[in-house]
């Protein structure tokens, strides 16, 4: 059974920090490139940073370059994302995903957790 389960979201003041993780389990982790989205009500899901499936060329959303960083961990199987300098605009609830390419429609897996609150208060 697959799941990506999220943690660490928190109220936090502005300019504070929080790290969020996201543990794997059901699947191969270290083949997947994993990201994290965030959502607010009314929005579309936007994606925030990305990481290759070995942990390289991480990439970020312009709103979020600078203040957040994405790593890593397939030994345990998690993937993480550092907020720093956290913005009331960064309030949303953040999503864990996990994508892999496949060769067989619908050619990709794609998984999805249930999201952490993350709030930043002015």
């Known amino acids: 059974q697959v799941r990506l389960v999220e943690s660490g979201g928190d109220l936090v003041q502005s300019g504070g920090s929080l790290r969020l993780s996201c543990a794997a389990s059901?699947?191969?982790?270290?083949?997947?490139?994993m990201s994290w989205y965030r959502q607010t009500p009314g929005q579309k899901r936007e994606l925030v940073a990305t990481v290759t499936s070995a942990g390289g060329n991480p990439k970020y959303a312009n709103s979020v370059k600078g203040r957040f960083t994405i790593s890593r961990d397939n030994v345990m199987n998690t993937v993480y994302l550092q907020m720093n300098g956290l913005k009331p605009g960064d309030t949303a609830v953040y999503f864990c995903n996990a994508r892999q390419r496949t060769q067989v429609f619908p050619f990709e897996n794609n998984y999805w957790g249930q999201g952490a609150q993350v709030t930043v208060s002015s």
């Open positions: 059901g699947f191969t982790f270290s083949r997947y490139d």
